[in-house]
């Protein structure tokens, strides 16, 4: 009976070691994730080593505890040591997908951090087999339209890191249309979509497109001051052609002057400004044209000498005395 009763006390004993050691071990994992969702790696790491090594201790290497913390481990030694963080991951990712399967967003988080490693480790390729098929599984999942645009920000760095500039952009343009506008996620594919194209050799006209709509954000959140009103742009239009087919005359008002300005004339110091003449304007200038050739038609016309009654009747008067006296004049 009595040493029933000690085997009873050894058994219980035991029981509440192995309970204590797990709980011991789940707490040290748990308190290592909230130090690095602050970046604190360095005390994150020693808590999730001793973990790892009471789960192995105690055999409970099949637990999703244990995957969660080979997981962390990874995310750890992401910067430092990409193929041990690959190592990590992977293994935490198959640890996930026997015991959950692929339909839960736990396997999907190891799976896109094992990617995350290939790529740093030079294996872009594979890293970018692993991030579309993680992205089809976000979407299944009817995940959130910000970590949809995560995986597609992640393939696009992968095909970055194998030269594909154009599909990297085409990536990060559809991770731009998945979050807010002018928002540090919005700003940040824009700037790596820059990038790629200028790496890309893309024509300026195309980047000039995207550092339109990164100056637009960039104004709308206050991080850069607005263009002046008559900053000039960097693609000018092309000038308005006339409905002849010439191009309209161009008017230089107030070139290199200092002169008072009047009314109709703006103060202008030493920078003219180019305007271009309009319909209307032409109109107006053909029409006093030709109200100056008329008037100049007319003042070379001789003006007819006007005679007086009186003198008529005199001049008549003395034609009439000439044919009676015979004198006739041709």
Known sequence: MNRLWITIILMFSVLCCYGDDQRTADNKTKLAAEMLKTGNTDEALPLLIDAKRIYEKIGETSIVNYARNLYLLGQCHMSSSPATAKKYTSSAAELYRRLLGKDN???????????????????AETALTIHKESTELLRKLHADNRIIADALDECGDDYAALDEYGNAVRCWDEARELVDKYTKAYDGYLRKSIDALKKGGATAKKIGKYNGLMLESDVFNGRADAPEPDAKPEYRPQKPLRPNGKKPEVIVIGAETDSVATESTPIINKNPIVTTK??????????????????????????????????????????ENDRKNGIFKF
């Open 105 to 123: 967003r736990d396997f999907v988080d190891c799976y896109r951090a094992s990617g995350r490693a290939c790529r740093l480790s030079g294996d």
């Open 278 to 319: 309009t319909d209307e304007l032409i109109k107006v200038e053909n029409e006093e044209k030709s109200e100056k050739v008329e008037k100049s038609n007319k003042a070379e016309k001789p003006k007819k000498q006007r005679t007086s009654k009186r003198s008529r009747r005199k001049q008549k008067k003395q034609e």
